[in-house]
């Protein structure tokens, strides 16, 4: 009986567990593959250089790497985005 109580609750805990462990998953990569708004990523590219060119004037270069790093990132996700667009719209090709 002592058996069989604690291997149900092993069980049940370790149904728990990956259950916990799955859900953030799902959710962060549903979070990181949602749709894309060029003009959105557009201006905070256009705002995040904007900064940087600032911060180099300022002589903050750190600062100014940082920004353009930043902007980058977007900038590489939105070329991702306008090419499976791409992709995604010719389905007969």
């Known amino acids: ?12 805990a370790l149904a728990g567990g990956v ?3 799955a859900l953030p998953a799902t959710t962060a990569s ?6 894309c708004h060029p003009s959105q990523m557009r201006q905070q590219i256009a705002d995040l250089r904007a900064k940087a060119k600032r911060m180099k004037h300022e002589g903050e270069p750190e600062a100014a790497r940082r920004a353009t790093a930043q902007a980058d990132a977007i900038q590489k996700r939105l070329n991702q985005c306008i090419k499976s667009d791409n992709e995604a719209s010719k389905p007969w090709s």
Do not use: H, K
């Open 30 to 35: 549903a979070a990181t593959t949602g749709t």
């Open 19 to 21: 259950v916990f462990t």
């Open 1 to 12: 009986m002592r058996r069989r109580i604690s291997a149900l609750a092993l069980t049940a």
